[in-house]
């Protein structure tokens, strides 16, 4: 039901910044609890951080003080500003509901130089 199209990916040098998007299709998205994931090779998909409807946010250890969750429910689109970025940032990002009840999206590539 709801689509969700992640962009803003890209190649960046380490220490390096960049800003994700997922933009969905449905203004549903709007009361649930969204979040961002990675996933790389060989690995499982981990959770990176979640927001909330109301703007609470989490965050994964490996990430905390470097990246930052946000959302605009009225563009029904979420936001992932990636700070300092390292090599272990490298992966595949999405997008999804936290309990990943949506169907995916096609990801947005980071890659980190080091």
């Known amino acids: 039901q709801v689509q969700l199209v992640e962009s803003g990916g890209g190649l960046v040098q380490a220490g390096g910044s960049l800003r994700l998007s997922c933009a969905a299709s449905s203004s549903n998205f709007r009361i649930n609890i969204m979040a961002w994931f990675r996933q790389v090779p060989e690995k499982q998909r981990e959770l990176v951080a979640s927001i909330t409807s109301g703007g609470i946010t989490t965050y994964a250890e490996s990430v905390k003080g470097r990246f930052t969750i946000s959302r605009d429910n009225v563009a029904n689109t979420m936001y992932l500003q990636m700070n300092s970025l390292n090599a272990e940032d490298t992966g595949v990002y999405y997008c999804?509901?936290?309990?990943?009840?949506?169907?995916w999206g096609k990801g947005t590539q980071v890659t980190v130089s080091s």
């Open positions: 999804n509901e936290v309990r990943m009840r949506f169907s």
